[in-house]
């Protein structure tokens, strides 16, 4: 189990390797668990370990990528109860968050207050409100860049809300480890 983290990480695999992962939307391990992870960690006290283990065995005897999600999607619906993971509160918050550009409209949309919502997300998500906004945006920057290459980044920062492109910037590098120009220059060669 691999802790929340607020910016992008690069793995390297041996050619030939083989990745079969579940990434849960930030917080929901908590919900499962019982506690957030700060580092990683392997689940040897973990009630699902059998369950664990039962899907490593089945998804090395399946062949084909496609296959292994289909795979990976059932066993998640038969093992893990996903309804009430995430208490309400916290749930309407990643909603709004998810809806609106402001965080200020979030103790307006949700009966708590905003310190209240900011204990939920340190609980939960190991961080603030703010952070995650942030995040959220690079990450719809991101996904604009990757389907509209010929985008003019100085547009593209104030339509998504940052001050200005060098913000947008500062934003990429931090979080997703790639400024914007070379993240397009890369899914462009793709």
């Not at 990528?65 to 893990?80: D, P």
Request: net charge positive.
């Amino acid at each position: 189990m691999l802790p929340v983290s607020q910016r992008a990480h690069s793995i390297t695999l041996p050619q030939g390797s083989q990745l079969a992962g579940i990434r849960f939307h930030p917080g929901i391990s908590f919900g499962i668990f019982g506690h957030r992870y700060d580092k990683p960690a392997a689940l040897t006290d973990c009630t699902l370990l059998f369950e664990f283990q039962a899907l490593a065995h089945h998804l090395s005897n399946t062949l084909g990528h496609h296959a292994r999600i289909v795979v990976l999607y059932k066993w998640l619906n038969r093992v893990i109860d996903f309804s009430g993971v995430i208490p309400t509160p916290l749930s309407l918050a990643l909603n709004v968050m998810s809806d609106t550009q402001s965080l200020s409209l979030l103790s307006r949309d949700i009966p708590l207050s905003q310190r209240q919502i900011e204990r939920q997300f340190q609980k939960w998500m190991g961080m603030t409100p703010k952070q995650y906004q942030r995040i959220l945006r690079v990450k719809k920057t991101l996904h604009f860049l990757k389907h509209n290459l010929d985008t003019d980044l100085v547009e593209l920062a104030h339509d998504n809300g940052f001050s200005d492109q060098a913000h947008m910037t500062r934003e990429f590098k931090q979080i997703a480890k790639i400024t914007p120009g070379r993240y397009s220059k890369l899914v462009a060669r793709r």
